[in-house]
Structures are given as structure tokens and as C-alpha cells.
């Protein structure tokens, strides 16, 4: 920690921020970087990307290509990231010229869920019960001895419910082992969960912690649908999910923002589901509701600047816009606006794909029941005729 302090060279306004990856957080990261000063140079194998419409350079090369992250990585000042599955040679490559936040192997452990689960185990904080798949034989043990259901998971490059199977009987096993396609696995007890909740936090290089507190999240199919904050749960449990944030960071060293999703079981347990070494869709709402929101946060970190406040001007609620909305032609977006608490964040995806989360509205009230309906309300008006 101290040889962190000493070492860790301040980036200043002027400087250029290294992104890898060109999505929608890319992007939020990179109008939170330009309004402080800072110039954005994103890395991707896309062009015309959500981050790059906004960054000052767009790099357009595959993570493997190492000569083309080598150069990245001379021309930037610091390298941080919106996307977590970058492969480990390229984060790599690059940290052997420019620092690297948050380090590889907080990135390493993230992109895999037996790597994560292991290790949140392993460091003592409360993980539903998994096992690790390997074979069919395998998983009929593991069905044996979690029961039913359980969820068959892809160990590596999961996210929004791909690649997840849920097991209701031993019989569904054969098939949800085929599926898998010979790829390792984790087979984890399903959680009956009374909510599933979220910590978005930041840390800085000396060991400086942030949170917005407890966002509550709703999901559809898979999909993040709604956030809100706070989330309604105990005083007791607002601290404990806080506590556990703060605990995963430290151990890991995090400098950046990390999202721990947990559930919340029906006797009043947290178990971690997962970490986001990265601001996160749950903590979009902390841009309009909050002084500093995530992207600001993880912009401060990296470029080792005090971090911000995370107070919340008022309760708040996001909903996210997927690319269904726009089946019958573009939405109603005046429709949508119309209510003035409510504001919308577009992403600039030209293609608008089933399921494709294109941008977000953001809702604020004097409670979390009316941001909720406010949105709610306005995301249905984008599709009123
Ligand atoms: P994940 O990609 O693992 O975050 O899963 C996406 C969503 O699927 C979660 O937010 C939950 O709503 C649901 N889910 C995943 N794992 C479980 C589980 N073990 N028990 C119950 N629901 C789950």
C-alpha cells in the first residue's frame, strides 16, 4: 500500500486515458473524462463505437493483436477498462509499459466464475454452494449432492444469463451438459432469493473507500430491468453488503470501481452472485442522482485524484432501454421526457437488436416507489403510438 502512495504518479487534466473496450461504459466513461480535461483513447476490435463517438482516438485492433496494444499502450498515460473479458496477455503486454487499473489479476479472477467463486470462498465471504465441472460425471455429482434446482453455469465469458442453464431434475443434466459444449462449468445452488441487490464502489491507491450505499435491482429474462436507491433493506444489512464491498476490494487491492451483485435470501443472508472490477449498469442512476457517479469515481481512482462524494441529491431509479423498444420503429421520445424528473441517456448503437441494451432512463423522487413508477411510466410512453 505505502509503495503504492509513493509510486503512484498523479494523472493529470491533459493526459490521455487508455480504455479497453468501446461499450456503453467505455463510453459514460469517457464524457465523465472529457469533462474534467482529460483526452480518452479506446481499444477494440469494433469501430464507431459507443466509446469511441466520444473518445479522441479509437483504436481498432483485436486484444490479441500485441503489437497494436503495445502502441496503445505508449500513447496513453494510464490504462483502465469497461469490459472485463479483455484477454490476460493483452492487459499484460500493456502493463509492461503503462499502469494498469484495476491490475490484471483482479481482471483475471473476474472473468471466470469458478476463478471468482474460489476466491471469494477461499477469502471467507458468503458464496451460494457451487462445484466445479469438468465432466458429465461431474456434474451428475454435483446435482447429487446441491440438489434441485441448480443452475449450470459457463465458467468463463458469462453475462446477462448466457450460457446458464437451470437444472430442475437429475434428468436435465445429460442435456445441459451437452450444451455446455465441453467447456468448463460451475453448477451452483439456486438461490430463492427475496431481492438481488448491488454495492457500486470505488477505491483509490491509498486505500481510500467509496459506496452509493445499497441499489436494489430487478431483472427480466437475465437482464438487468430496474435499479433503484436506495434499495429497501435493513439498516443491518445496508452495512453488511458494505462491509463485504469494501473487504472484496481491499483483498483484491482494487484501484477503480468494483460492483459486488449480491442476493438477498428470504432470512435476511447476503451471498455474493458476482463482481464487476468496473463501474456497472446498476450504478448508471448515480450520474444524474449523485455529486460524483461511478464513471467520475473510477476516473479519480485511476488517476490517483481524491475520490468524490457519493451523497444522493434525492431517491432514484433507472430503467434500462433494450433494443425490443425500438421493434415498431424509433420510440417516443418526447412522450418519454414529458415528465421533467425523467432523463434519458442514449448510447449511439446504430443497430437496435432484441435484447441490445441501447441506453437508459433515469427517474428522481421524493421516494424510490415513486422514481420507480416515474420511469417505469416513462419507459412505456416511448412505445405509446
Ligand atoms: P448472472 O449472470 O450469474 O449474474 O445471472 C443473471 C441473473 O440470473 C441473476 O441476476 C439472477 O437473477 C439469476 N440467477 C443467477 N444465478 C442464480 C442463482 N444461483 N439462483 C437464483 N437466480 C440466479
Given at each position: 500500500m505505502?509503495?503504492?502512495?509513493?509510486?503512484?504518479?498523479?494523472?493529470?487534466?491533459?493526459s490521455?486515458?487508455?480504455?479497453?473496450?468501446s461499450?456503453?461504459?467505455g463510453?459514460m466513461?469517457?464524457?465523465?473524462?472529457?469533462k474534467?480535461?482529460?483526452r480518452?483513447?479506446?481499444?477494440?476490435?469494433?469501430?464507431?463505437?459507443?466509446?469511441g463517438?466520444i473518445?479522441d482516438?479509437?483504436?481498432v485492433?483485436?486484444y490479441?493483436?500485441?503489437?497494436?496494444v503495445?502502441?496503445?499502450?505508449?500513447?496513453v498515460?494510464?490504462?483502465?477498462f469497461?469490459f472485463?473479458?479483455?484477454?490476460?496477455?493483452?492487459?499484460?503486454?500493456?502493463a509492461?509499459?503503462?499502469a494498469?487499473?484495476?491490475?490484471?489479476?483482479v481482471l483475471?479472477?473476474?472473468?471466470?466464475?469458478?476463478?471468482?467463486?474460489t476466491?471469494l470462498?477461499?477469502?471467507?465471504f458468503?458464496?451460494?454452494?457451487?462445484?466445479?465441472i469438468?465432466?458429465s460425471?461431474?456434474?451428475?455429482?454435483?446435482?447429487a449432492?446441491i440438489?434441485?434446482?441448480s443452475?449450470?453455469?459457463t465458467?468463463?465469458?458469462?453475462?446477462d444469463?448466457k450460457?446458464?442453464?437451470k437444472?430442475?431434475?437429475?434428468?436435465?443434466?445429460a442435456s445441459?451438459y451437452?450444451?455446455?459444449?465441453?467447456q468448463?462449468a460451475?453448477?451452483?445452488?439456486?438461490?430463492?432469493?427475496?431481492r438481488?441487490?448491488?454495492?457500486?464502489?470505488?477505491r483509490?491507491?491509498?486505500?481510500n473507500f467509496?459506496?452509493?450505499?445499497?441499489?436494489e435491482?430487478?431483472?427480466a429474462n437475465?437482464?438487468?430491468d430496474?435499479?433503484?436507491?436506495?434499495?429497501?433493506?435493513?439498516e443491518?444489512?445496508?452495512?453488511?453488503?458494505?462491509?463485504?464491498?469494501?473487504?472484496?476490494?481491499?483483498?483484491l487491492?482494487?484501484v477503480?470501481?468494483?460492483?459486488?451483485?449480491f442476493?438477498l435470501?428470504k432470512?435476511e443472508?447476503?451471498?455474493?452472485?458476482?463482481?464487476?472490477?468496473?463501474?456497472?449498469?446498476?450504478?448508471?442512476l448515480?450520474i444524474?442522482?449523485?455529486?460524483?457517479?461511478?464513471?467520475e469515481q473510477?476516473?479519480?481512482?485511476?488517476c490517483?485524484?481524491?475520490?468524490g462524494?457519493?451523497?444522493?441529491?434525492r431517491?432514484?431509479?433507472m430503467?434500462?432501454?433494450?433494443?425490443d423498444?425500438?421493434?415498431a420503429?424509433?420510440?417516443?421520445?418526447?412522450?418519454a421526457l414529458?415528465?421533467?424528473?425523467v432523463?434519458l441517456h442514449?448510447?449511439?448503437?446504430q443497430?437496435?437488436?432484441?435484447?441490445?441494451?441501447?441506453g437508459?432512463?433515469?427517474?428522481?423522487a421524493?421516494t424510490?416507489?415513486?422514481?420507480?413508477?416515474?420511469?417505469?411510466?416513462?419507459r412505456?410512453k416511448?412505445?405509446a403510438?
Amino acid at each position: 500500500m505505502i509503495l503504492h502512495y509513493f509510486f503512484m504518479k498523479q494523472i493529470l487534466p491533459n493526459s490521455t486515458i487508455g480504455v479497453f473496450g468501446s461499450g456503453q461504459l467505455g463510453r459514460m466513461f469517457a464524457i465523465e473524462a472529457r469533462k474534467m480535461g482529460y483526452r480518452v483513447h479506446t481499444f477494440s476490435p469494433e469501430s464507431d463505437t459507443p466509446t469511441g463517438q466520444i473518445a479522441d482516438f479509437e483504436t481498432v485492433a483485436d486484444y490479441e493483436d500485441l503489437d497494436a496494444v503495445k502502441q496503445f499502450a505508449q500513447s496513453v498515460d494510464v490504462v483502465t477498462f469497461e469490459f472485463e473479458n479483455v484477454p490476460s496477455v493483452c492487459v499484460e503486454t500493456a502493463a509492461e509499459i503503462v499502469a494498469v487499473h484495476p491490475r490484471g489479476e483482479v481482471l483475471h479472477i473476474a472473468q471466470n466464475r469458478l476463478r471468482e467463486k474460489t476466491f471469494l470462498q477461499s477469502s471467507g465471504f458468503p458464496v451460494t454452494a457451487f462445484r466445479h465441472i469438468k465432466t458429465s460425471e461431474d456434474l451428475e455429482k454435483a446435482v447429487a449432492e446441491i440438489g434441485v434446482p441448480s443452475i449450470l453455469k459457463t465458467a468463463g465469458f458469462g453475462y446477462d444469463g448466457k450460457g446458464q442453464a437451470k437444472i430442475k431434475s437429475i434428468e436435465d443434466a445429460a442435456s445441459a451438459y451437452k450444451n455446455l459444449e465441453n467447456q468448463e462449468a460451475v453448477l451452483e445452488a439456486f438461490v430463492d432469493f427475496e431481492r438481488e441487490v448491488s454495492v457500486v464502489a470505488a477505491r483509490d491507491a491509498r486505500g481510500n473507500f467509496a459506496n452509493y450505499g445499497v441499489i436494489e435491482n430487478a431483472h427480466a429474462n437475465h437482464i438487468l430491468d430496474v435499479s433503484f436507491a436506495p434499495a429497501s433493506v435493513s439498516e443491518k444489512i445496508r452495512n453488511e453488503a458494505i462491509e463485504i464491498a469494501r473487504g472484496i476490494s481491499e483483498t483484491l487491492d482494487v484501484v477503480g470501481v468494483m460492483t459486488v451483485e449480491f442476493f438477498l435470501t428470504k432470512d435476511e443472508k447476503l451471498l455474493v452472485n458476482e463482481l464487476a472490477p468496473r463501474p456497472h449498469n446498476s450504478g448508471h442512476l448515480t450520474i444524474d442522482a449523485c455529486a460524483s457517479n461511478q464513471f467520475e469515481q473510477q476516473l479519480r481512482a485511476v488517476c490517483n485524484l481524491p475520490l468524490g462524494s457519493t451523497e444522493f441529491f434525492r431517491s432514484a431509479a433507472m430503467a434500462n432501454l433494450l433494443g425490443d423498444l425500438w421493434d415498431a420503429g424509433e420510440p417516443n421520445y418526447a412522450a418519454a421526457l414529458a415528465d421533467k424528473q425523467v432523463r434519458l441517456h442514449l448510447y449511439g448503437k446504430q443497430e437496435a437488436r432484441r435484447g441490445r441494451k441501447m441506453g437508459h432512463l433515469t427517474a428522481l423522487a421524493a421516494t424510490t416507489r415513486e422514481a420507480v413508477e416515474l420511469v417505469k411510466k416513462a419507459r412505456k410512453k416511448l412505445i405509446a403510438r
